[in-house]
Each structure stands twice: as C-alpha cells, then as structure tokens.
C-alpha cells in the first residue's frame, strides 16, 4: 500500500466545518483512499471510501484531488463526539494487500467547544 | 447487525499464563482479521482468514502467539505464555469481500494487562 502523510494534530471549533488533509504522492491507479476514525477506547470506525470522484456520505464528504495525490476529509459540522483519531489509507482494490487496511499515525483532531 | 463481538473487554493476568481471546465476526462476512494495537507501535495486523483458512500469519510476532478459527462464526487469539510486552488492545474485525471497495468493520478490543 502506498504510504499516507497526515499531520499529527488538528484542532476545530465546534460547529464548524473540520478538513483533514492527507497526502498519498505515490498512489497507485488501483488504489482506493479510505478514512477511518477512532474515537478514544473505541474500535476503529469506517467513514468513507473513494477512487476517483468525490464521495458524500452521512458522516462526511471526502474530495481527492484530480492527480489522486492528495485528498480532504471534511466533517461539515463538528461536534465534541467527533473528537477522535483519523486514519487516511491507501489499499489496493483488488490482489495482494487488497484485502486488509494497514493504519498509520491518523491526525488526532481535537474539537473544541 | 450485532456488529463484531469480542471478548473478555478486559483482562488482567500474570506473566507466564495463558490468555484466549475471542471473536465472533459479523454474519455473512468470509474475512477475518486480528490486530493489535500499542501506543509504541500503532495498529499492527497480525493475522487474517478467509474463509476459515489462515491466509497471511506474517504479522504474528512469536511462536507464543497463535490463532484459529474453527468455524465461519468464532475465533480465538491465544497467547502462551503471555509477557508484559504483550499488554496491548487486541481488535478482531471482519468484511465480506464483494468485489471492489469492500469495507473492513471492528469490535470494541479486548484490552489485555499482563502483569
């Protein structure tokens, strides 16, 4: 899988919109960006998923640029419970390393009241 | 959907004893997975079954680890004998692979103290 820069903290005001960016310079065209998060004590939770074209889901929007090199999380409205670890990955769609997700650091937001 | 179960959630033991860890994956899912996470090394996969059958083990750090899965309804972690250096959070997750963009969900953790 490709590797993922994230930075290691982030703070947002309650809210308000919350943009977590993440680099992936050296992704493949077979690659997906999936996010996931953790909030403290808890088991990593999915968010959202995509290839190519943005992605809107309940929980967030994810925009990834037209290179595929670099991609936003945007959380439109933060609360206190979104206070969590968030993990950008790289994994492959399909063949080897296709099948599970390999974490890094994640950016530690902290939304603040 | 009950979701992934894991359990004990907790557990405290001494060095030298064994500790079982267990797994029920979500319903239907053919994907298994074993992780476990420190504060020194981050979320690291230790092992995965697809349909049963072990598939990549190259995570487990030691002989004293190892893990099966009887059946498509439960698994067990077993470590023997168990070390301070294994206290850690065990997380087990589970996917039904459907192709393209399948998504991997994860149990609570059991949160393991070797003493």
């Known amino acids: 899988d490709a590797k993922t820069t994230q930075p290691t903290s982030m703070d947002c005001a309650e809210g308000r919109a919350a943009n977590l960016p993440c680099n992936h310079s050296t992704i493949s065209g077979n690659e997906y960006v999936y996010w996931y998060r953790q909030i403290h004590s808890q088991g990593p939770q999915y968010i959202i998923h995509?290839?190519?074209n943005n992605e809107t889901n309940e929980m967030a929007s994810l925009i990834i640029t037209e290179d595929r090199k670099s991609s936003t999380l945007i959380l439109p409205h933060a609360t206190l419970r979104d206070t969590a670890v968030y993990y950008c990955i790289v994994r492959a769609y399909s063949g080897a390393g296709s099948y599970q997700l390999t974490f890094g650091k994640g950016t530690k937001l902290s939304v603040i009241p | 959907d009950a979701g992934v179960i894991q359990s004990p959630r907790h557990e405290v033991t001494e060095m030298g004893q064994e500790v079982t860890l267990r797994c029920k994956p979500i319903?239907?899912?053919?994907?298994l997975f074993w992780y476990r996470q420190t504060m020194m090394r981050g979320l690291e996969l230790l092992i995965y079954?697809?349909?049963?059958?072990?598939?990549?083990d190259s995570g487990m750090p030691e002989d004293r680890f190892s893990a099966k899965m009887p059946n498509a309804s439960f698994s067990t972690l077993k470590i023997q004998p168990s070390e301070p250096r294994d206290s850690a959070v065990y997380f087990c997750a589970s996917s039904f692979f459907a192709g393209l963009g399948n998504t991997i969900y994860f149990g609570e953790g059991s949160w393991l103290t070797v003493v």
């Open positions: 995509g290839l190519k």
């Open positions: 079954f697809n349909n049963n059958v072990p598939i990549d």
């Open positions: 319903s239907g899912h053919d994907y």
